[in-house]
């Protein structure tokens, strides 16, 4: 089964101040960190938007890149973008790049669900990356509303993990400290 990673880096990071595809985590940007964290996926796909011509040449790593064309119309958009990026994918990872602290073992464990729709869970709450299948993306591809609208109106299987990454949505500047505090711990 065809395996894709999608990772959204096309906001305008407003409330960070500078764009969070770059922030450093453990030596490397959030984005490279997220490419490592899904190279067990047969293709790696980040959606770039606002700054693109800033944040491109700052990830290393080997990814396919995208560009969302209109990143004010939200993140769906920029979703969309990377679900066309991988039409042949049976089963499709996505996060935004606010999540750097999400750990390889998650994707391993969240793998054999493959094909089906799937969340990560850590202490009873949900979180990225979202696993779906072809089905549900073809669903997101012609969403008009919002991801969540289509997440909210089918029933994921929840996947128990031992990763608090999951949950770690680094959207401002106090965010990333709590970040960079616990990682130095």
Same mark, same amino acid.
């Given at each position: 089964m ?5 990772i959204l880096?096309?906001g ?11 922030l450093?985590? +453990?030596?490397q ?19 770039l938007?606002?700054?693109a011509? +800033? ?26 973008c ?22 390889q073992?998650?994707?391993e464990?969240?793998?054999?669900f493959a ?14 990356? $979202? ?13 008009e509303?919002?991801?969540?609208? $289509? ?14 990454g999951?949950?770690?949505? $680094?959207?401002?500047p106090?965010?990333?400290? +709590? ?7």
């Amino acid at each position: 089964m065809k395996t894709a990673a999608i990772i959204l880096a096309g906001g305008a990071s407003k409330r960070m101040g500078s764009p969070k595809a770059l922030l450093e985590y +453990r030596g490397q940007s959030f984005a490279d960190t997220l490419i490592h964290v899904f190279s067990i996926c047969d293709e790696t796909v980040v959606v770039l938007g606002h700054d693109a011509g +800033r944040i491109r040449p700052g990830i290393r790593g080997s990814a396919t890149f995208v560009f969302n064309p209109d990143p004010e119309r939200g993140q769906l958009t920029s979703l969309q973008c990377g679900l066309r990026a991988v039409p042949h994918a049976e089963a499709i990872f996505f996060t935004p790049v606010d999540y750097p602290a999400i750990q390889q073992t998650t994707i391993e464990k969240l793998m054999p669900f493959a094909g089906s729709f799937a969340m990560p869970r850590y202490d009873g709450r949900r979180g990225h990356p $979202v696993l779906i299948n072809r089905e549900l993306a073809l669903k997101l591809e012609a969403c008009e509303t919002s991801a969540r609208d $289509v997440i909210r109106s089918n029933d994921p299987l929840y996947v128990d993990v031992d990763d608090a990454g999951i949950l770690e949505d $680094v959207d401002d500047p106090t965010a990333y400290a +709590r970040l960079l505090e616990m990682t130095a711990r």
